[in-house]
């Protein structure tokens, strides 16, 4: 757990009543627990996503992040009983991929080890906190750009041919474009009581 500087501890708790002090870390098992289903998620994803790229091309791929992506978080979310979603720096889906206050930070974390030169495979970030009067772990994992993302999350010119109309009728307040191999694109983000 790292400490939260005073004015994002006094924004955050002014923004989410419901969120008090930090507590304790997690226990080791819980943190390998939330690793784990992070994993598994992002795990599903990528062979979900690799056989219709394969199959359809990056365009007709799109509907693996919209559709079958958020089926995946739901199926983990029924089975382990936490909060999981994918959010990002530039949010493409308003509806499920806006970071709340927490997300936030936690994003500017990630972000801030990542440009100090940390692995990408190593980002996460975690706090526990109050919520409802339980401690609630708050775990964030880090989604970094590879170069196969750029034809969905690339430049204008580096976008798979028929990606941006594609985007277009099923993202239209899309803002995650432009992206550069190496950046943090997002996050996994997981809310599971202790």
Known sequence: MRPMPSLLAALALAS???????????????MQATRAVTGELLKTLSGKLQESMKANGPAESISVCKTIAPQIALGLADKTGWKITRVGTRVRNVDMGTPNVWQHKALAHLNADLKS????ETLEWSEVVTENGMPTLHYAKAIVLQTQCLACHGTAAQLAPGVA????ANYPHDQATGYAPGQLRGAVVISRPL
């Open 117 to 120: 030169g940390a692995k990408p």
């Open 16 to 30: 989410t009543p419901m969120l008090a002090q930090a507590e304790s870390a997690a226990t080791p098992e819980q």
């Open 165 to 168: 109309d594609k985007l277009k």
